[in-house]
């Protein structure tokens, strides 16, 4: 977003994660050869889906000059930041008080995610002048408490913020060794903690920052829950309907939604969205399979680039989907556990608020009980080696420059 600093009124669009105005910029920097310093210092790949093309395409359109954006006129942040600044009504205006958590920094690719500063190499990259960006803060910072945010009383103290996925992962006690999770939105994230060293398939970023940064390796799918209500909405029905008409299998059907190109691991801006194995016995109930195993095995290719993973923690409202889950299990060949609250981000932001104000320890949160459903394979090694081969091919088809064999 891109607001004026003095009354917080936003300049224009709020430019979402999905949003694919910036991908022929990105191609140009890409063949620039500009991949590998964004890569090295932001942690993550030239992608359209990052914040920094955005903002580069919000200052074109609406401070061409950056004249505005040098004087400190305007702020250009995450929706954190924005946030942050209403929390604190005009006084913060006055103030100047302008923050973004450092995990939702770390996503925005302006980002050295070793120091946790800015890094002028991107900045100049992108032509994002430093002056228009929040100061980075932790995950437990130092917010300022609310002011003129009725009906919550003046002074309401701000304890912490995460960002959507890093807050599911907080909720699981994700610190704990071991914990792979699988967030299930409108597209998804797997996360797990650890450097990730120069797997090109994830991305590294700072999960969150409460006594120490803590760095998390995470692969984003841009289109899972989008893939079911984009065929609800092309047969002007219910969600929920078409799940009830799910086929038995997909048949010859595969889709691959690469609606806005194809994220993690494949990383393919131009990659298009394909339904093959149409015939003219193919209805509607093969479609919603077909979309039902797309999401399963978008989640296990990422899955799969974080190496051993014995249980897969699973979240976010698709996950109420028990058929969803079993074919989870069975692509993956690997337990799935069903966390019994699906929207876990709300949970893990108040742990982590919780812990600022002293109301728990991280022990006391290791100890909570965290009630799961459990999905175990019911498919043999052989059959889900050939599901997955057939869907690999599926997607080298969505890919550029795929020709038949």
């Not at 409460?210 to 893939?227: D, K, L, W």
């Amino acid at each position: 977003m891109l607001w004026d600093r003095r009354t917080g009124e936003p300049l224009g669009p709020l430019v979402s994660w999905q949003d694919q105005r910036t991908t022929a910029r990105c191609r140009d920097l890409v063949a620039a050869g500009a991949g590998r310093l964004v890569r090295e210092v932001s942690g993550m790949p030239l992608d359209p889906m990052f914040s920094a093309l955005k903002a580069g395409w919000l200052l074109d359109t609406y401070d061409p000059e950056r004249r505005r954006a040098k004087a400190g006129e305007l702020c250009l942040g995450t929706v954190d930041s924005w946030l942050l600044s209403r929390f604190g009504g005009e006084h913060a205006a006055e103030a100047g008080e302008y923050l973004t958590e450092v995990g939702n920094a770390s996503r925005t690719q302006l980002l050295d995610i070793g120091t946790r500063r800015w890094d002028e190499r991107l900045l100049d990259l992108f032509a994002v002048p430093a002056p228009v960006l929040p100061r980075v803060v932790a995950s437990c910072g130092e917010f300022p408490g609310t002011r003129g945010l009725a009906p919550v009383p003046d002074g309401t103290p701000v304890r912490a913020v995460l960002g959507d996925s890093h807050a599911a992962m907080f909720a699981h006690a994700g610190w704990r060794p071991g914990v792979v999770k699988a967030t299930y939105g409108t597209g998804s994230s797997v996360m797990a903690l650890g450097d990730g060293g120069d797997n090109p398939a994830l991305c590294r970023s700072i999960a969150w920052e409460v006594s120490e940064p803590v760095f998390a390796v995470e692969g984003n799918i841009r289109a899972t829950g989008r893939t079911l209500s984009w065929l609800a909405e092309l047969f002007d029905t219910g969600e929920q309907e078409l799940l009830d008409q799910a086929a038995e299998t997909p048949g010859r059907v595969r889709f691959v939604p690469a609606f806005g190109g194809l994220g993690a691991p494949w990383w393919e801006p131009d990659a298009v969205a394909i339904l093959s194995g149409l015939t003219l016995d193919t209805r509607r109930g093969e479609l919603v399979t077909a979309a039902l195993h797309a999401i399963a095995h978008q989640v296990e290719d990422v899955v799969a680039a974080v190496g051993e993973v014995q249980v897969l923690m699973c979240d976010g409202g698709l996950t109420r989907s028990d058929r969803l889950m079993r074919l989870q299990a069975d692509v993956s060949g690997r337990r799935v556990d069903r966390s019994a609250e699906a929207d876990l981000s709300a949970l893990g932001a108040a742990d982590a608020a919780g812990l600022a104000a002293g109301l728990w320890s991280i022990s006391d949160l290791e100890g909570r009980p965290r009630p799961a459903t459990g999905y175990h394979p019911s498919t043999d090694g052989a059959t889900r080696a050939a599901a997955r081969a057939q869907w690999r091919a599926a997607v080298d088809r969505s890919r550029p420059g795929w020709r038949p064999a």
